[in-house]
């Protein structure tokens, strides 16, 4: 009887562990990717594709322009929205020639694709790429550096680089001053160290022309949890302010309409309807949200801009060495049943349609042929498409040449992109 209990027990004890295995999170594409599924099947190349949805794009670019004050001015940044035919749109929409730069074969392009643009540099660039840019520019254009670009310094040492790229070129540059208004990425450190660099400014008089301050606050969006975001925010303006004082001491090189650039896709919000000492924000991921921007900030953003691949391969999905131990995997967790291998990978991207793939950690990610699981509930056969969000845009144009644009879930056009981006 003892024993009869114990195996009672004994089974009980099974079928209790057995209800805590995964649960099947395998879906079908809802209607808005089984639409853009059927598109890819019937007009894409069977090639990864980077997709840009126009309405999704439109609607985040009016909350934009609904948010922003009068007095705040944008600044489009090219490395998150690297493409000429992008920037055009945008541009267009949002009434700015405001350009952001972070390289210098971009910057080039940009010089070419806008002639008529405001150029800003988002980085110090080493002296030498500045140089080639001078080098590389057709003088043909209108454009005029002159007049239309601003390159940032962070440091003596560079200043006193640029000043000698000034005399080798023969013409004044305008620059800007980065500043560290707690990010701790560099720039000048504070007041003190931004006054000494204005002194060594004032002593080369002619070569550089300087225009204002740029302080980007992208530490605000991640304070930490004994810091409110309101307070963080209201510290790294409080810095800011205290540049500009020592700035305004300068009064043969301070400019009467200073540039005072700061912001960004994460912080935008807070600047536009709290106190803030900038009259620019640059910012670019925001139109497009990929997944590292998901804030409360940007709650009220659309998603917009998708990867999708094809399915090569629609398998069992087994283990190397470990097949005959397949059928006991699938059945613990059924997000293991099948393997899709899709057409490229290793992007900084999610798997996000059909709900419910991962990327294999027992297998590893390749950039070839990525290896997705999830349950045979997803219905995906090989020639259906996976679709990913990728987590930034920067850096990622470029891996795909062009972006393939959607209105309406209809396929309406390409754009080229910016090299570099």
Do not use: C
Request: proline letters at 7%.
């Amino acid at each position: 009887m003892k024993r009869r209990q114990l195996l009672g027990l004994a089974a009980l004890g099974l079928l209790g562990g057995w209800a805590l295995r995964p649960r099947d999170h395998g879906q079908v594409h809802d209607a808005y990717f089984a639409g853009l599924n059927r598109l890819m099947r019937a007009e894409g190349n069977g090639m990864p594709a980077l997709l840009l949805d126009l309405d999704r794009l439109d609607a985040n670019t009016e909350l934009l322009a609904k948010r922003l004050p009068e007095h705040l001015a944008l600044r489009l940044v090219a490395k998150s929205l690297a493409s000429a035919g992008l920037l055009d749109y945008l541009a267009k929409r949002l009434r700015s020639q405001r350009f952001m730069a972070f390289h210098q074969p971009q910057l080039n392009q940009l010089a070419r694709s806008f002639p008529q643009a405001d150029l800003l540099l988002g980085k110090p660039l080493p002296a030498q790429a500045a140089l080639h840019f001078y080098r590389q520019l057709p003088q043909h254009l209108g454009f005029a550096p002159a007049r239309q670009l601003t390159w940032l310094i962070d440091s003596e040492a560079r200043l006193s680089q640029y000043a000698e790229l000034a005399r080798a070129l023969g013409q004044p540059l305008r620059i800007a001053l980065e500043i560290d208004i707690g990010l701790a990425r560099g720039g000048f450190a504070d007041p003190q160290a931004l006054g000494q660099a204005l002194q060594r400014l004032r002593r080369q008089p002619g070569q550089l022309q300087l225009q204002g301050l740029m302080g980007y606050d992208a530490q605000v969006a991640h304070a930490p949890p004994w810091l409110s975001q309101e307070r963080a925010f209201a510290q790294a303006n409080a810095r800011y302010r205290e540049f500009v004082a020592v700035a305004r001491g300068f009064t043969e090189l301070w400019p009467a309409q200073p540039l005072l650039n700061g912001g960004g896709s994460l912080t935008y919000a807070l600047h536009s309807r709290l106190d803030s000492p900038l009259n620019e924000v640059a910012l670019g991921s925001a139109l497009l949200k990929p997944g590292d921007f998901d804030t409360p900030l940007l709650e009220q953003h659309q998603a917009a801009l998708w990867i999708a691949s094809p399915v090569l391969k629609a398998v069992d999905g087994a283990l190397p060495f470990l097949h005959p131990a397949q059928p006991l995997l699938a059945a613990w967790n059924r997000n293991r049943q099948r393997a899709y291998y899709l057409h490229g990978g290793r992007w900084p991207a999610t798997p996000v349609s059909p709900p419910g793939l991962a990327y294999d950690p027992l297998y590893g990610r390749s950039a070839n042929q990525e290896r997705l699981i999830g349950s045979a509930a997803s219905g995906l056969r090989a020639d259906d498409w996976v679709f990913l969000r990728p987590a930034v845009s920067a850096g990622l144009f470029g891996d795909f040449g062009e972006l393939q644009l959607l209105r309406g879930g209809r396929a309406v056009g390409r754009w080229a992109a910016l090299p570099g981006g």
